[in-house]
């Protein structure tokens, strides 16, 4: 493994991190309320602002652009003369602020939501995960998720994983081929003192975790083996393989998640290091 490295100090929280070939590293700085795209080296260009936070990113098949909404739940489109138009109305779905997302590779979507308030910071409450078709037809995937966030699918298309940040968690389903999840499972515990946000797969069919409470990235094992730890000064809060040959591991970190914080303060990095193992599967 290579040295970690910081590519930007400048961003306000940085979420769900997405590596386009030819194209770089997409990021959503959620409470500056724009999406992002950064060069391997750290070249920053602002790609879309929204007027209101956006988090997870994923993109449709012929390669049209999708972005959560967050407070007001919905799933947005970019039409190709940049504008954003609603691809799918969550609100009947997400119970609380819509969060991160993992599409597939025929554009049917899977989108996450805290379930809860967090700030200020209420019960916590089972949440369902969204499914939305390539046409944008919105429908419960499945229920019963502690704060569904960052999530993956296996480079054969028929495994999605999901963090489970409240229930410290990863949880695995099945996916159909009309994209419907099934069977219900654990994949992995995570260790004491830290929860999943944002993660990615590799080819050896580990993933990597960020967890913010512990300030770190875990390569972890199904059935939670630990196999690899980078420790974080900021709290991690997503995770992303992704260069020209996809082993650079790209880490979103931040001092606070408060919005006022973030607001205020522009502290956010995008870290990166080299790993042994490639990414693989989406995103």
């Known amino acids: 493994m290579g040295n970690l490295r910081t590519l930007r100090s400048d961003l306000s929280f940085g979420e769900a991190p997405r590596w386009r070939p030819g194209e770089g590293l997409y990021v959503s700085d959620i409470h500056a309320n724009r999406i992002i795209r950064l060069s391997e080296e750290g070249g920053m260009e602002v790609v879309a602002t929204f007027d ?6 994923g993109w449709l098949p012929d390669g049209t652009l999708l972005v959560v909404s967050m407070h007001d739940r919905r799933l947005l489109r970019r039409e190709a003369g940049g504008t954003f138009r609603v691809h799918a109305d969550l609100s009947g779905i997400a119970t609380w602020h819509a969060n991160d997302m993992v599409v597939a590779a025929d554009g049917t979507a899977y989108v996450g939501n805290f379930g809860f308030s967090l700030t200020p910071r209420l019960e916590v409450k089972p949440a369902k995960l969204a499914k939305v078709t390539p046409d944008g037809r919105a429908s419960v995937a ?3 998720l502690l704060f569904p966030n960052g999530s993956v699918i296996s480079p054969d ?4 994983i999901v963090g489970e940040s409240a229930g410290r968690r990863l949880t695995a389903f099945t996916i159909g081929e009309d994209g419907d999840l099934s069977d219900h499972r654990a994949w992995a515990p995570m260790p004491e003192g ?3 946000d944002g993660i ?3 080819a050896e069919g580990a993933i990597w975790v960020a967890s913010p409470p512990s300030r770190e990235v875990l390569r972890i094992r199904e059935g939670g083996d630990i196999l690899e730890r980078i420790p974080t000064e900021q709290m991690a809060i997503a995770a992303m393989l992704g260069g020209a040959d996809r082993r650079t591991l790209f880490i979103c970190t931040a001092d606070s998640t408060d919005p006022e914080y973030c607001l205020a303060n522009h502290t956010a990095r ?3 290091v080299d790993v042994d193992v490639p990414g693989a599967g989406r995103p």
């Open 52 to 57: 209101g936070p956006v988090s997870g990113l």
């Open 142 to 144: 499945a229920e019963g």
């Open 157 to 160: 298309g028929r495994t999605l």
């Open 194 to 196: 830290a929860f999943p």
């Open 200 to 202: 990615c797969l590799d």
């Open 270 to 272: 995008i870290l990166a």
